[in-house]
């Protein structure tokens, strides 16, 4: 089974920092693309940035580009968001999704991943 464990989430001050895992299993972690995606109430689900477990190139959203950093530990099958310097609108649901190869074209089509975690609340208060 394909799992994707999403965990880190939290209530922080703006200006303040958090850390996302996204433990996944069930497939060769190698071969895959991890993207972190968010959906906050009412808005459409947003990427957030990508990495590819094969060469370790990364994307990132031009809202979080300098803020965010995405890694990935391929002998643990986990892949990182460092979130620095939260803003109150980075508040959302933080979704990890797997996809085969390079991922989807362009990355933030979220609804071309094969695999979802659940999400993770992250809540930045003013």
């Known amino acids: 089974d394909v799992q994707l464990q999403a965990s880190g989430g939290g209530l922080v001050q703006a200006g303040g920092s958090l850390r996302l895992s996204c433990v996944t299993s069930g497939f060769t972690f190698d071969d895959y693309t991890i993207a972190w995606f968010r959906q906050a109430p009412g808005n459409e689900r947003e990427g957030v940035s990508c990495i590819s477990s094969s060469d370790g190139s990364t994307n990132y959203a031009d809202s979080v580009k300098g803020r965010f950093t995405i890694s990935s530990d391929n002998a643990k099958n986990t892949v990182y968001l460092q979130m620095n310097s939260l803003k109150p609108e980075d508040t959302a649901v933080y979704y990890c999704?797997?996809?085969?190869?390079?991922?989807?074209?362009?990355?933030?089509?979220?609804?071309?991943?094969?695999?979802w975690g659940q999400g993770t609340q992250v809540t930045v208060s003013s």
């Open positions: 999704a797997a996809d085969p190869g390079p991922g989807p074209s362009p990355w933030v089509s979220w609804s071309s991943y094969d695999y």
